[in-house]
């Protein structure tokens, strides 16, 4: 069993920048793929970021490729979202997720291929 915990969301500014940490627990954390996701109020959970076991593949949304950095240290069970240029529409709950990977280069986009998940942290973009 994996546990997820999230910090670093807060309140900034329109054109400002956040680093979100996941700290991992509980398991191997290099035999997991991570991704992080957010949900605004009364919207359904979306993709962020994902990265691969080894940290040498990644993927990202449309709306935040060029803006938002996915990273991982696996030394220290943790991964990362670097959040630069941030937007108002980029106001929401981000979590954390988990899941077993066979290969050190996959990488899963879809919330329903992760097992584990955080309890979020909040991200209030300000105008």
């Known amino acids: 069993q994996v546990q997820l915990v999230e910090s670093g969301g807060g309140l900034v500014q329109a054109g400002g920048s956040l680093r979100l940490s996941c700290a991992a627990s509980g398991g191997t954390f290099s035999s997991y793929a991570m991704g992080w996701f957010r949900q605004a109020p009364g919207k359904a959970r979306e993709f962020v970021a994902s990265i691969s076991r080894s940290g040498g593949n990644t993927g990202y949304a449309d709306s935040v490729k060029g803006r938002f950095t996915i ?30 990977a066979f290969t050190w280069s996959q990488y899963f986009t879809n919330r329903d291929d992760y097992r584990y998940w955080g309890q979020g942290t909040q991200v209030t973009v300000s105008s």
């Open 71 to 100: 990273s991982r240290d696996n030394a220290k069970n943790t991964v990362y979202l670097q959040m630069n240029s941030l937007k108002p529409e980029d106001t929401a709950v981000y979590y954390c997720a988990a899941t077993g």
